[in-house]
């Protein structure tokens, strides 16, 4: 799970994380309420959206920047006026945007140098791993390719906990003295204790920041949560902004379908998601384009299979349907007539080629053959995605 | 022989009294697998009955152990009681442990798999289908599975399974015995980020297997587990290898399904996978429809028979 950079902040600031002063607004209204919070001088407009890429990305109506620098409160009033309700296209939200529903006012920090930390899972040794470097503000996939070396990596054995003399390697690798060092040490030793307690899933501060006066903030926070361990953290479960999930992802996670919708228009339904995966993949590999991932899990139950078809026909690009199901346990001939109650219930007009192997499986394919629906039996995976390719094209 | 279990392996159930643990205990005694105790705190001393078989509960595992020489465990226990079902089995000195349980959250699993270090107690999973080991009898019964599998898919032989997703690993199993070709065991290692045993782990006990001819590795998207194992491949095995990778066509950044299917860099998409599994000798499968035949071709070329 996802949240906002001024929820992540606000965390920040529980855990004695430093941050630069912010304020936020979602009415044009209230941004004179929220202005007069902070003291008068440069101020930061920030647009809320939960992409990245923010600073240069390009509202809907052309204005550039959901970032701005503005020197007077006067001036951060306008534009957030230009920002609030307008969608925000950056290279991570996909060409549809997103609509910017909350703004972010904070004190603009004097900027001495740019870092980069981050706090996450090394999925090698099964232990949170410190990532930070001396290049901050930039796109860090860029700086460990280009110079390695400028990267540092502090490997933390969860039985003790990060040990002070790995803040202290950190520290002197990033070149901090003085009360910079103090400074950093405290917010590097806090930002840890923030990812394990919270059960974050990554936590990335980009830039971290010195200031002229020793001062040492986390200007920019993104922070994602385990979604296994929200049971745990109903304070976080709060955090969640469903106007940034994709209404689909949520339906369908309400009959415990997992659902991502894709560019193309063969839909697929499939149980696992290592075989839901690798059905994308043969109907590229057969020259179609996958419309979406779903797994309806171990079961593939009738009303499962109804969500997943009103969920698929809810993408209009979509020109046709895979279904593969591999019912192991599960009696093909429950999932062949819940399949075929759900091409009645829906009226799919649509091709349909299905798959099906495994568990009473012959009894399956004659409950579909005798359906009188005009549904297109595969007998493999290749020759399900070859006839789905076929008629769709 | 086998790898890690085998027909006479005796078997405990951790959430035996469960939905989903009670049915699949069920599926296991029918296979013919020696589920000989089940543990459920505060269930001590009644009985788990399946038609003639009546399995006795335990409130702990170390007095399962005691009272029945079970030598490892399937854990059917809910995520939040999870790492402590697992841990509790490594300290009744289990020898494997195999999580079925979906849905742990990571910090739990980073902490266990520390705590385990050092332990005598191999980890399976989470959030895997299990591991089987076929038997000799009708539709491969008289075996040793141990999770959710379907059991009759399998036939008893020589090829070695080996994944991270379950459904995908019934396809492959189900391709090779549609052509006659039987497994020595089929194990799926799970699809969260952090788990018991990589593919490496499994792949280096079917190097070992005198009775394994031929590897089947699948794989997906996220992590460095399939090329860590792929160069071992390499350098270390001579037996025929077959191999697939999931999420060709998945987006960088989105989870797909399983928690540790997510491509973060350049080097954990299913093209670089693939990329190193050709430079280390495995036979791609195109498809996951092209799995049984990858292996076959891969045998062919060096001489070695399957059945």
Known sequence: MNIHEYQAKALFEKFGIAVPRGTTATTPEAFITAL????EGPTMVKSQIHAGGR??????????????????????????????????????????????????????????????????LDRNSSKPVIVASTEGGMDIETVAHDTPEKLFKIIVDPAYGLADFQVRELITKLGFTGAEAKNAGKLIRNLYQCYWE????????????????????????????????????????????LNEEDSKEIEASKYSLSYIALDGNIACLVNGAGLAMSTMDIIQHFGGTPANFLDVGGGATKAQVIAAFKIILGDKNVKGILVNIFGGIMDCNVIAQGIVEAVKEVGLKLPLVVRLEGNNVVAGKATLDASGLALVSGSTMADAAQKIVKLVA | MAILITPSTKLLVQGITGD???????????????VVAGVTPGKG?????????????????????????????????PPPFAADAILEGVDAGLDLVVAITEGIPVRDMIRVKRAMAGSKTRLLGPNCPGIVTPGTGKDSSGGCRIGIAPGYIHKNGHVGVVSRSGTLTYEAVFQLTSKHIGQTTCVGIGGDPVNGTSHLDIIKLFNADPETHGIILIGEIGGNAEVEAARWIKANCQKPVAGFIAGATAPAGRRMGHAGAIVGGAEDTAAAKIAVFKECGIEVAVTPSDMADALLRSAKAKGVTLC
């Open chain 1, 36 to 39: 007069a919070d902070l003291p």
């Open chain 2, 45 to 77: 001393g009644l009985f788990f009955e399946h038609g003639t078989h009546k399995v006795p509960i335990f409130n702990s595992v170390t007095d399962a152990v005691k009272a029945t020489g079970a030598t490892v465990s399937a854990v059917f226990v």
């Open chain 1, 198 to 241: 919270t059960d974050a899933a990554m936590i990335e501060v980009n830039p971290l920041i010195t200031t002229p006066t020793g001062d040492v903030l986390a200007l920019d926070a993104k922070v994602s949560f385990d979604s296994n361990a929200l049971y745990r953290h109903p304070e976080i479960v709060a955090l969640r902004d």
């Open chain 2, 20 to 34: 989903f643990g009670g049915r699949h205990a069920k599926l296991s005694l029918d296979y013919g697998t020696q």
């Open chain 1, 55 to 120: 600073g240069k990305g390009t509202f809907t109506d052309g204005f550039k920047g959901g970032v701005k620098f503005c020197k007077t409160k006067h001036d951060a009033r306008e534009m957030a006026a230009k920002m609030l309700g307008n969608t925000l296209v950056t290279a991570q939200t996909g060409p549809a945007g997103r609509k910017v529903q909350t703004i972010y006012f904070t004190v603009a920090s004097e900027i001495k140098k740019e870092y980069y930390l981050a706090i996450l």
